[in-house]
């Protein structure tokens, strides 16, 4: 059974991001500026020189469920065509997300003194801090955010979700738990159109490890210069994002183009993740996507990861391999796998193509 004993590994420590953006007439230090991105842009208030014309597709949740087959269709073709779509009619209520993001921003903005007692070790990459960063010389991200492992409730790190705030604490008790539900829903539905047989995907989940990265993105005075989050497909299965939606900053790559996400009010964004990319032998594929900085305002967004559990085995489930399709991925335990993520850059899809047979 896994246990708090467990780590993902470290993360080389970075200075705090909040107090720097905090300067006024700041030149952005180089260690943030990025010349290795294509087509960095700079988003202004009100999102002028972005074209929403090509978007994600949107989902409702409930039609899924009641298997209306247009639903079905139109999220079959979300999976496979673009690995991201909008979430609607997804059952959270809207308290309780408003509650969490409150609260997140409240937490991701405490003064310096606080956040230090939350900060990431040298040995552990939950807590405040970046993580993927290996070397002194390697490119940081305009972001200043937290990554906490959320369920099961007995790996959690007792120096860090049990010291927090309590409203932060009760919020996230709460909104952890309808997202694993969630997630395991969106899992069923997959499996589902899918025709997966015998539970195959869906029993990996069940005690399931879930993960937030909560994200703080500060206003950058050269924001075409930075960039909030590295381009990078998720490690989970599934992953579901909340975020404030009057600032946009997500791009999806679709066909080679960066497609920036317009959110809808009270829709979560899900995409699809590296595990189910290997479970279904590639059937769904993760995506990339990227942040963008705001000259302007700042940024919040909550990410909760969802996988197999740490005692599972991933890898192409029997239900994708045929004569035709023998597997395209290697098999291995989630706490392997999870390790070996965090040992790795993160950049693009490149973690994955180490999981490639
Ligand atoms: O902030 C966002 O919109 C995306 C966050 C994200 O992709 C992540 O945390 O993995
Ligand atoms: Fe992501």
């Known amino acids: 059974m896994a246990n708090n004993n467990f780590s993902f590994g470290s993360s080389l420590l970075v200075p705090s991001l909040q107090e720097l953006a905090k300067e006024s007439n700041l030149t952005v230090p180089s260690r943030y500026i990025r010349t290795d991105q294509d087509r960095l842009v700079s988003i202004s208030d009100d999102d002028h020189g972005l074209h929403f014309l090509d978007q994600i597709p949107v989902i409702d949740l409930q039609k899924l469920i009641s298997d209306e087959s247009t639903e079905l269709a139109k999220f079959h073709s979300a999976c496979k065509d673009w690995g991201f779509f909008q979430l609607v009619n997804h059952g959270v209520?809207?308290?309780?997300?408003?509650?969490?993001?409150?609260?997140?921003?409240?937490?991701?903005?405490?003064?310096?003194?606080?956040?230090?007692?939350?900060?990431?070790?040298?040995?552990?990459?939950?807590?405040?801090?970046?993580?993927?960063?290996?070397?002194?010389?390697?490119?940081?991200?305009?972001?200043?955010?937290?990554?906490?492992?959320?369920?099961?409730?007995?790996?959690?790190?007792?120096?860090?979700?049990?010291?927090?705030?309590?409203?932060?604490?009760?919020?996230?008790?709460?909104?952890?738990?309808?997202?694993?539900?969630?997630?395991?829903?969106?899992?069923?539905?997959?499996?589902k159109v899918l025709k997966v047989k015998e539970k195959e995907v869906s029993r990996l989940f069940e005690d399931g490890l879930q993960a937030m990265r909560l994200n703080y993105y500060p206003p950058c005075p050269q924001p075409e210069k930075v960039i909030g989050l590295t381009p990078h497909s998720d490690a989970s299965a599934i992953t579901i994002l909340l975020q404030t939606h009057d600032v946009v900053g997500l791009q999806v790559k679709k066909d080679g183009?960066?497609?920036?996400?317009?959110?809808?009010?009270?829709?979560?964004?899900?995409?699809?993740?590296?595990?189910?990319e290997m479970i279904t032998n590639g059937e769904y594929r993760s995506i990339e996507h990227r942040v963008m900085t705001n000259l302007q305002k700042e940024r919040f967004s909550v990410a909760t990861f969802y996988s197999p559990s740490?005692?599972?085995?991933?890898?192409?489930?029997?239900?994708?391999?045929?004569?035709?399709?023998?597997?395209?991925?290697?098999?291995?335990?989630?706490?392997?796998?999870?390790?070996?993520?965090?040992?790795?850059?993160?950049n693009s899809k490149s973690f994955l193509d180490t999981m490639k047979l």
């Open 93 to 191: 209520s809207s308290s309780l997300v408003e509650k969490t993001m409150t609260e997140t921003q409240n937490i991701l903005k405490l003064p310096l003194e606080e956040k230090k007692k939350f900060r990431q070790s040298a040995e552990e990459v939950e807590g405040f801090g970046q993580a993927f960063v290996f070397s002194e010389e390697q490119k940081l991200d305009w972001n200043d955010p937290m990554v906490l492992t959320t369920l099961p409730v007995n790996i959690r790190k007792p120096h860090l979700i049990p010291k927090f705030p309590s409203a932060f604490r009760e919020a996230l008790d709460i909104y952890s738990l309808k997202l694993k539900d969630l997630a395991i829903c969106l899992v069923e539905q997959v499996e």
């Open 257 to 276: 183009n960066w497609v920036p996400v317009k959110p809808l009010p009270n829709a979560f964004i899900i995409n699809i993740g590296d595990v189910l």
């Open 310 to 346: 740490l005692d599972s085995e991933i890898g192409p489930s029997h239900s994708f391999i045929t004569e035709q399709s023998p597997p395209k991925y290697k098999r291995l335990g989630m706490k392997e796998y999870m390790r070996r993520y965090f040992q790795h850059e993160l």
